[in-house]
């Protein structure tokens, strides 16, 4: 078993440099390195430490067993929401999305329906109208958007997605540093 690449696997998933994960640990950004590349043995002690900081039990750690991600993603994984008040649907394409870098959505509008308000973020939004047309109000100004047409912007202002179409409209929506 490389011991070292596991936990240079778990590091990047984390999104933690050499120098982070020793601090967190009390470990030297050498030492890291070392352990990363089989140079060095941990102590249990100081295996389990890092292995804490990393987010993984050691049971999963040393399960010899391949973890294969999840791909494709099927209909009924989704989950819904529906606001009959404010006249939108949301349908989660890939359901723990929020816990991950981008997270897809279709969002459905009947006539005249709008989405939640959101305050300005660090997130990145794209959308793809798929049928109707959607007003995207970002900060002051408001954007209008029709069937096969995209939206793409950083969410550093107030924002609202609004539906313009005298029927109902359909959007992918995919969003970064999920706040959906």
């Known amino acids: 078993m490389q011991i070292g690449q596991k936990i240079k696997n778990l590091r990047l998933k984390k999104g933690l440099t050499q120098e982070e994960l020793g601090e967190r640990t009390d470990l030297s950004k050498g030492y890291i390195s070392q352990l990363e590349r089989d140079l060095s043995s941990p102590s249990i002690d100081t295996l389990f430490n890092v292995l804490e900081v990393l987010g ?85 100004r408001r954007y209008y958007a029709k069937k096969g047409e995209a939206i793409y912007f950083s969410a550093s202002d107030r924002h609202q997605f609004i539906n313009d179409y005298d029927g109902p409209s359909v959007l992918l929506l995919v969003a970064t540093d999920s706040y959906l």
């Open 56 to 140: 993984c039990p050691p049971k999963e750690f040393f399960d010899e067993e391949e973890r294969v991600q999840k791909v494709i993603y099927k209909e009924e994984d989704r989950t819904s929401y529906v606001d009959d008040e404010k006249g939108y649907g949301i349908k989660w394409l890939v359901p723990e999305s929020n816990e991950k870098e981008m997270e897809p959505i279709l969002l459905t509008f009947d006539k005249q329906g709008e989405f939640k308000k959101f305050e300005p973020s660090l997130s990145e939004t794209f959308a793809y109208i798929l049928e109707g047309e959607i007003a995207i109000q970002l900060g002051t």
